[in-house]
């Protein structure tokens, strides 16, 4: 009886490890993984995406254009541009992005890949009211026409401060990343 019990034991903690890695598990390889294609057609629709790679290195490195959180920047090859970064919000690192930027330079759609934030506080960034405002959002805007979350003052700046990132970026390399 106990070899049965130990085997089964066994089984259940390598199953439990197997989809807590699965969970938790982010691509730094320059490799397009399920969950970042979803997020990309979630943005713009069903195309060929993929990551840019940094130039001159032998390892496939996304390119981050070295700014501080971004994961990587991904394109269809002609047009859109996808922008994965971290955010600091209420938790460090709390707040797992993926950001589309149109041609004009302005926020397409905004897909969370994980986030971190206080559940029932910071976690409403995630809401429609919340994320409505932020569709459009351009170099032009201004951070004080949108209104925060109750209660989540740190979320929201944390949404705010990843979308002025990604938007800076893609104008500061709009042709670097469009010609990739």
Request: aromatic share 6%; net charge neutral; hydrophobic share 40%.
């Given at each position: ?99 589309g930027i149109d041609t004009q330079g302005r926020i397409k759609g905004i897909d969370f890949l994980s986030i971190g934030e206080t559940p029932g506080v910071g976690t409403k960034v995630r809401e429609d009211s919340f994320l409505s405002q932020l569709i459009g959002y351009g170099p032009d805007t201004d951070d ?37």
């Open positions: 009886m106990p070899p049965v019990v130990l085997t089964l034991v066994c089984i259940i903690v390598s199953a439990l490890l197997v989809f807590a890695y699965n969970k938790t598990y982010i691509d730094t390889t320059g490799v397009m993984t399920e969950q970042l294609s979803n997020s990309c057609e979630s943005i713009f629709g069903n195309e060929e995406y993929r990551i840019l790679l940094e130039k001159n290195t032998d390892k496939k490195v996304p390119l981050t254009f070295g700014v501080q959180g971004v994961k990587a920047v991904i394109t269809d090859g002609k047009e859109k541009c996808l922008i994965e970064l971290e955010q600091d919000g209420y938790a460090k690192g709390g707040l797992h992005l993926l950001i004080a026409s949108i209104d925060s979350v109750t209660a989540a003052t740190f979320s929201s700046k944390g949404m705010k401060a990843a979308c002025r990132k990604a938007v800076e970026l893609y104008r500061s390399n709009k042709e670097a990343i469009l010609s990739e």
